[in-house]
């Protein structure tokens, strides 16, 4: 029977989601685990290959086993079997056709930064430390330009392999609470390092590494050297995928 799984994990000790040789990935880790509960090797699939470093909260994947498997005690199992860092929330059977990245409607990413005090310590790993204050109405003059179709080749990692580089954005927000800055953004998919790039270059759009004109250029195509930077991994989290049937 095909199986959907709702999977957390903190990235930090992964080099992200997708199997690597001699690398220590969030699905190598699962796979290994349903390996010695299944007693033979289940590739799984996901709606989205997380980079090195990035966390999720509702990373979804899919997989195949035998009929009649215990879905419960397969979930107890998996969790026993890998690391604190990584947890499986949920698994339910799916359609026998489910494919978690090309069903997926939209898919839901949140980026923090810590801006404008010391250092956090609680949310070191967890987000972009800058000292300097950001004003989050620039921020998010900046984001609302996102929303729509538009072609973000300038905003994608220069490995990247995508034959298609526009992407369509449904929401793009900026919040602040004290000092802690939320930007989510969600869209039907997303290129390697997008969010990444897209957020690095609001901020250096506040930091005056970048102009606005330029930047709102860029979203009719570019080269990745005129966008900003990119901004560490450790800030961003795969949030939620949408399908279909989802509510």
Request: hydrophobic residues 40%; aromatic residues 8%; contains cysteine.
């Amino acid at each position: 029977m095909r199986v959907r799984a709702t999977i957390e994990y903190t990235g930090a000790a992964y080099a992200g989601w997708q199997m690597q040789p001699d690398q220590p990935t969030v699905q190598s880790a699962i796979e290994k685990a349903l390996e010695i509960v299944v007693g033979d090797r289940v590739p799984i699939e996901s709606a989205g290959r997380t980079d090195a470093g990035v966390h999720a909260l509702g990373q979804v994947a899919a997989f195949d086993l035998p009929d009649g498997t215990d879905l419960y005690r397969l979930r107890a199992s998996i969790n026993g079997l890998t690391n604190n860092d990584v947890s499986v929330v949920s698994i339910e059977e799916a359609h026998v056709d489910f494919n978690p990245r090309r069903d997926a409607v939209s898919r839901t990413y949140e980026y923090t930064i810590v801006s404008g005090r010391p250092r956090a310590p609680m949310l070191d790993d967890r987000s972009w430390f800058i000292y300097r204050e950001l004003d989050v109405d620039r921020l998010n003059q900046a984001a609302a330009c996102l929303i729509g179709t538009h072609d973000f080749s300038a905003f994608r990692a220069a490995d990247c392999v995508s034959t298609s580089t526009i992407r369509n954005i449904f929401s793009s927000e900026w919040s602040r609470e004290d000092h802690i800055y939320r930007y989510r953004v969600t869209g039907n998919a997303f290129l390697k390092q997008m969010v990444r790039i897209l957020v690095g270059s609001m901020v250096d759009l506040q930091l005056d590494r970048l102009e606005f004109d330029t930047f709102r250029a860029l979203l009719a195509g570019g080269d990745r050297g005129d966008a900003g930077r990119t901004a560490p991994p450790e800030g961003l989290i795969l949030v939620h995928v949408k399908y279909p049937s989802s509510e």
